[in-house]
């Protein structure tokens, strides 16, 4: 099963992603405002972790097309 093999670890941090990407495009919150509100122990890796899960950096993510 790929959610096994990958860990629930992952799994959560993918979820709080998806809330960030809903916060990014819905709220003016700044980057750090999501990261702390999601529980990350920092901004940068939380634009880390973002950039490697969504392929792009937050700032990226919110710009419209």
């Known amino acids: 099963d790929d959610v096994e093999s990958r860990g629930l670890g992952d799994v959560y941090k993918r979820q709080r992603i998806e809330i960030a990407k ?7 919150k700044s980057i750090l405002q999501i990261a702390n509100g999601l529980g990350f122990s920092s901004s940068r890796y939380f ?19």
């Open 47 to 65: 634009s880390l972790l973002f950039k490697r899960i969504s392929g792009c950096t937050p700032d990226e993510y919110r710009q419209p097309n």
């Open 22 to 28: 809903n916060w990014l495009t819905k709220t003016d």
